[in-house]
Structure formats: C-alpha cells, structure tokens
C-alpha cells in the first residue's frame, strides 16, 4: 500500500502580518489619539441655521476607519488562509512582468482619472461653441446632469477595465458591482452631504 503523501498547510506570510499590523495600528492612532488631538472639528458640525454637515474630522476618521477594518480583514485571511505559493523563480527580485504590471496599472488608473477630469467640462465647452449654453462648467459643478459626468463615466471606465484586466474576461456582475458603488457614492456624497462635491468638481 503507497504511503500518502503528508499534506501541510500554508503558513501565514509574515510580510503579509506585518503589513496588516502597522496599518491596523497607525489607522487606531490616528482615530484615538492623532486626530482628536489634532483636530478641532468635530465629526459632525451643526451650522447657524441648524443643519448639521459633516465637520473637520469627518473625511479622516472615515478614512482610517477603512483603512482599519482593511487591514483587519487582511490579517483574518492571512491566519485562516495562509499565502499562496509563490511560482518558481520568483521570489526576491523584481522581474519584466512587474514592471509591466504597474505600467498598465498606471495607465489605467491615469486614463481613468484623466476622463473624469476633462470629460464634463469638455462638453460644457462643445455646447458652448454650438450655442447651446452660456454657462461655463465653473458654473454648472453643482448643477445636475453635468456635475455627474466625468464622475460616472471616467469611474465607470476606470474601474470595470481594472477588473475586466484582472479577470481576464468581462462579467455582469462586475458591471452591476461598479454601478452600485458609483451609485451609492453620489448618494452619499452628493446627495445626503450637500456642502460635499464629487471629484472632479472641487477643482473648478
């Protein structure tokens, strides 16, 4: 009778610890210690006339609170799962196919981000030239349907090729995932926090 081969689990990658533990760590700080202490504002602000907006410490408080619970989901995947194996040959060095990696990355990302900037105000600018409005996108940041679209269509583009790249294929429900986020962002940001603008408006 053939002896079966032993079977070992994977060990949790210590960078992959380490990485999640001073994330986890630096992002409690700065909740607890760094912007109480720093801050002045609080995470709400109620204005002279009643409404309450978001305050000084609302952006970097949601902020280091995702980074946190990233960092935490990290670190529970690491100990349950362990990291992959790493393919052969690759350990240690930098190769062709990383630098070709953060290349595309890059140049997703900065395609992306460069639709979302010039996109609205480009349109703006063409209705002007044919007649269609005197207004100039400085004018028009907080107006709907034009505040919405370098926002939606740079960030749609952006994210469903990152995702179409990483997967290898297109998937509805990348596309339904995309959509969503786009969709609960503007809610969120534009909609519930009125004296917040979509980027990238805030710039006009």
Not at 162 to 181: C, F, H, K, Q, Y
Request: with cysteine; hydrophobic share 55%; aromatic share 12%.
């Amino acid at each position: 009778m053939d002896a079966k081969r032993p079977t070992t689990a994977k060990a949790p990658d210590p960078w992959d610890i380490g990485f999640g533990v001073i994330v986890l760590a630096v992002s409690l700080l700065a909740i607890f210690v760094w912007f109480p202490a720093d801050i002045k504002g609080g995470f709400f602000n109620t204005t002279p006339f009643g409404k309450i907006e978001p305050g000084d410490a609302f952006f970097p408080v949601l902020l280091a609170a995702a980074l946190a619970v990233l960092s935490a989901i990290q670190l529970t995947i690491s100990f349950i799962k362990g990291s992959p194996a790493p393919s052969a040959g690759s350990e240690g060095r930098l190769t062709r196919s990383n630098f070709r990696f953060l290349f595309i990355f890059f140049s997703i990302c900065m395609a992306g981000l460069g639709i979302m900037f010039v996109l609205g105000p480009g349109i703006v600018w063409l209705m002007r030239e044919l007649g269609l409005t005197d207004a100039t996108y400085r004018h028009l940041t907080d107006t709907a349907p034009y505040k919405y679209i370098g926002y939606v269509v740079g960030g749609f583009l952006m994210t469903v090729t990152l995702i179409t790249w990483t997967e290898g294929r297109v998937r509805p429900a990348g596309i339904v995932a995309v959509l969503s986020v786009l969709v609960v962002a503007i809610v969120v940001f534009d909609v519930l926090l009125t004296n917040v603008l979509l980027p990238p408006n805030a710039e006009f």
